[in-house]
């Protein structure tokens, strides 16, 4: 197949908006190949879309959908010869997922967070998901065999426990939810901040972020530690938020890549004391950024409209639930985390909801190098992937920003500094932030760029960036981008003109990192207890097997002795 | 005034679902058009005159001077007069499930029983049901907050469980028993039953609910003082306290 004669945007290749033609054969971006031509003259061509986190398959999901028969009456597509229905906006189905990715010109989703425990379940759902790759995020952060491993300041076998967590849920890498928190909210309470003591376990949140980079980096993954901070959308958390980055400056990466992937950093920019006086603390938050090379971030911006919060940060959602008076549910996950899952609805003339709103564009904007945020909704907690476009029109358009101002609450413009930023992204940052950045921050070689030899992962949109202005034809931007004209997943053309052409399987990637094997014998004796004592179900019973990932794409790492680093 | 009049060509075993059937869609459809309008037996998509005998008078008219007569047992035909503007729609005989489902305006009279799920999501206009309906009456979908935001539900016989729940505004009477829970989660309706029921207004914030029969209270309510209603005496409650709820609940202290 050949792309021909489109305006290419590569930044990962130093490739900024020239004419070229692509060439792809067997699923790969090749020098020259034969066969089928796209015309794709003057048109914007990128990499296919990669989204670093979203929440799309697992048990919090089908608990949102299980909790909003509403949402369900949303998003209804009947089948067609290659699709199967679709329903739901916020929470939608399987094959929803995929068909709408591949509409917008993704073609990759990672799942942000599973437990060990459910990874089953999220498997399931990942392979009923169509056309895009995908993977999942383990959760490490309040589990006891970790918090055992950092109280005994045993890093080896604790690396030997991330190891074997990431094979027994065919996991990708490591996320940290509101570390500690999940555990003290089995007793009702919660760590109040990074030094608080875990209750029972006389380990701090600090400790057990710091120690599993460590071992994230001494077992060589791909992706480093991808944390969601303590006091996570709360007042005033914008220093819980800096104290936890802190805690990763001095950790060297073992690849050339961050240390910690902070998500959605939106909801950890909070100034203020309480809700009255809440406010922006972005270009704090930034300018932290800005100065230091070890951290990355994606914003997790909130757009006016339904969303669902779900999240392993249980607590939190105890809490949104009762400030909002909104329906919820929660999740103990046994031995390693607690979950949530809230409906809302975020609204134009709420100031809080507004600030939100202005935070995140001011991360995306104030941000001077744009390899180090990248654009997620956090969907569906800030808003459903689909309005990835939206976002997209804001962040190129000061117009479009000056529109939406006046008409939300007045506080956004007062406490942020949303109003007096003029900068307006172009193409190349925009193809940074939605590509090429989040294949390197996941550290997947082949996705986000068009060299050669990378997934022939194409995304055709209709719109001449040579031609039109972005700043004020926002909203050509967000229409053309709402729907690509050629989405190409592997070589296959599986979207036109948002017409789902094909439907080809998706491949699942997980790592398998190899530890020393006395590290592991010793773990496996901690586990054996653990199962015998506490879990509902047995070891044999408790690993994801293979069967459950049928196109695997398995990263392989593996230890280095673990070099303790003085704090 | 046009008149299109509708029978069943014989009794169905299936479901149909039949949303065009419906005096605001009918009124500028030829009568040929109206025939070949799409309706589903069970998952097979069919033509209005594959199922029903379709008559009536030919030219054109506004939905307001538009009626829908519909003749026979429509107990398997669901989404009757869904999302009716304006116009008259009577059915001479039962119809299924959600009839009158989101409903603005016009007048639907039922002749026989209604379903579950009559008039689910309705913001105006007038249901009348001769005989009894089914549970959820006036309420909302599945997870909805908010269920009927306004029109008029009159039942002449009773009515199911659930009857006006998550109802924001709006009239429901029911002139005999209810079944357990009406008013769950009233937000602003007004609810009149005229015999007995059970656990009225669970969960109520705002609106009212008359019981003339008896009843069951629930315990979060706080009594308040006896009323004199149209010759009747009632014991007002206000509540959810559950919910911190101001609603009014009118339960009467003798038997009618």
């Known amino acids: ?75 209804l597509e009947p089948a067609t010869a290659v699709c199967r229905p679709s329903t739901g906006y916020t929470v939608p189905n399987c094959y929803a ?17 599973t437990p060990i ?67 003290a909210w089995g007793f009702g309470a919660n760590v109040k901040g990074i030094y608080d003591p875990v209750p029972n376990f006389d380990v701090t949140p600090a400790e057990i972020m710091r120690s599993l980079a460590q071992v994230n980096e001494s077992l060589r993954l791909p992706h480093s530690v991808h944390v969601h901070f303590n006091n996570l959308g709360k007042p005033g958390n914008y220093t819980t938020a800096i104290e936890s980055l802190d805690l990763f400056k001095d950790i060297k990466p073992s690849q050339t890549r961050q240390v910690v992937h902070v998500a959605h950093m939106q909801f950890s920019t909070y100034g203020g004391t309480s809700w009255n006086d809440f406010k922006s603390e972005a270009p704090v938050i930034v300018d932290y950024f800005n100065k230091n090379h070890f951290c990355t971030m994606d914003i997790g911006q909130i757009l006016f409209g339904s969303a669902t919060t779900m999240t392993a940060d249980a607590p939190l959602e105890y ?47 104030l941000t001077k190098d744009p390899w180090k945020v990248i654009l997620t909704t956090d969907h569906p907690n800030g808003s459903s992937f689909v309005n990835y476009p939206e976002v997209v029109s804001l962040l190129m358009s000061k117009v479009k920003r000056q529109e939406e101002l006046s008409n939300i609450h007045e506080l956004a413009s007062k406490r942020t500094t949303l109003p007096g930023i003029e900068k307006e992204m172009d193409w190349c940052d925009i193809a940074i932030m939605t590509r090429a950045a989040p294949a390197r921050i996941l550290g997947l070689e082949d996705k986000g760029h068009l060299g050669v030899g990378a997934d022939a992962d194409v995304t055709v949109y209709d719109l001449k960036p040579d031609e039109m202005d972005p700043s004020i034809q926002h909203d050509l931007v ?34 398998d990192a190899s530890v020393p094997k006395e590290d592991e014998e010793r773990m496996m004796e901690d586990l054996k207890e653990k199962f015998d004592r506490y879990y509902s179900i047995k070891l044999s019973n408790y690993m994801v097997q293979d069967a459950y990932i049928p196109n695997p794409v398995v990263i392989k790492a593996g230890a280095l002795p673990v070099e303790e680093v003085a704090p | 005034m046009r008149t299109i009049t509708l029978q069943p060509l014989r009794a169905f075993e299936v479901s ?42 030919e030219p054109l008219a506004i939905p307001e001077e538009t009626t829908v007569v519909m003749d026979g047992d429509f107990s398997k035909v669901k989404r009757i007069g869904e999302g009716m503007i304006a116009g008259t729609l009577e059915v001479r005989g039962n119809v299924g499930m959600r009839a009158g489902n989101g409903m603005k305006g016009g007048l639907m009279t039922i002749r026989g029983n209604a379903d579950d799920w009559l008039g689910r999501e309705m913001t105006g206009g007038k249901i009348v049901v001769e005989e009894n309906a089914g549970s959820h ?3 909302g979908y599945r997870g909805e907050k908010c269920g009927m935001r306004g029109g008029e539900i009159e039942i002449r016989g009773s009515a199911g469980d659930y009857l006006g729940e998550h109802m924001c505004a709006g009239t429901i009477r029911v002139k005999g028993d209810t079944g357990d829970f009406p008013g769950a989660v009233n937000q602003g309706g007004t609810i009149f039953i005229g015999g007995d029921t059970y656990l009225p207004g669970a969960e109520m914030t705002k609106g009212s609910i008359t019981v003339r029969g008896k009843t069951t209270m629930l315990p979060s309510y706080q009594k308040a003082e006896v009323v004199t209603l149209e010759g009747v005496q009632y014991q007002k409650y206000v509540g959810d306290l559950v919910e911190n709820g101001k609603g009014e609940l009118y339960a009467a202290t003798s038997s009618p």
Not at chain 1, 152 to 175: C, H, M, P, Q, T
Not at chain 1, 335 to 360: C, D, F, H, M, T
């Open chain 1, 478 to 511: 967000k229409k053309s981008l709402a729907t690509a004209k050629y989405t190409i997943k592997g070589g296959v053309l599986v979207s036109r003109d948002g017409e789902i052409t094909a439907t080809p399987e998706g491949r699942t990637f997980w790592v």
């Open chain 1, 97 to 113: 997922i995929g068909y709408r990715y591949a509409r917008l010109g993704y073609t990759t989703a990672f799942e942000a967070a």
């Open chain 1, 117 to 183: 425990l459910e990874s089953r379940h999220t498997h399931e759902e990942l392979e009923e998901i169509p056309i895009i790759d995908k993977g999942a995020l383990t959760l490490f952060g309040s589990n006891w065999e970790v918090m055992e491993c950092v109280r005994e300041k045993d890093l080896g076998k604790l690396a030997a426990y991330v190891s074997w967590g990431l094979r027994a849920s065919k996991g990708y890498g490591v996320k940290i939810v509101n570390p500690g928190g999940g555990e």
């Open chain 2, 137 to 139: 009456v006036g309420s």
């Open chain 2, 16 to 57: 149909v679902e039949a949303e065009a059937i419906s005096p605001s869609r009918f009124a500028r459809l030829t009568l040929g058009r109206i025939r070949t309008q799409e309706v589903f037996m069970g998952n097979r998509k069919m033509k209005l005159a594959d199922l029903f005998k379709v008559e009536g008078d």
């Open chain 1, 1 to 75: 197949m050949i792309i021909r004669g489109g305006i290419v945007y590569d930044p990962a290749n130093g490739i900024f908006g020239e004419e070229m033609d692509l060439c792809i054969d067997r699923g790969r971006i090749v020098e020259d190949a034969k066969g089928e031509e796209i015309d794709a003259h003057n048109l914007l061509v990128m990499a296919g879309g990669v989204d670093a986190h979203s929440h799309i398959a697992g048990a919090k999901v089908n608990t949102g959908r299980i909790m909003m028969p509403d949402d369900a009456r949303l998003g």
């Open chain 1, 319 to 365: 809490g949104n639930a009762h400030l909002l008076h909104a329906k919820w549910s929660n999740n103990d996950i046994e031995l390693e985390e607690s979950s949530g899952v809230v409906p809302l609805v975020y609204l134009r003339k709420n100031p809080v909801n507004a600030i939100q709103w202005a935070i995140g564009l001011e991360l995306a904007l």
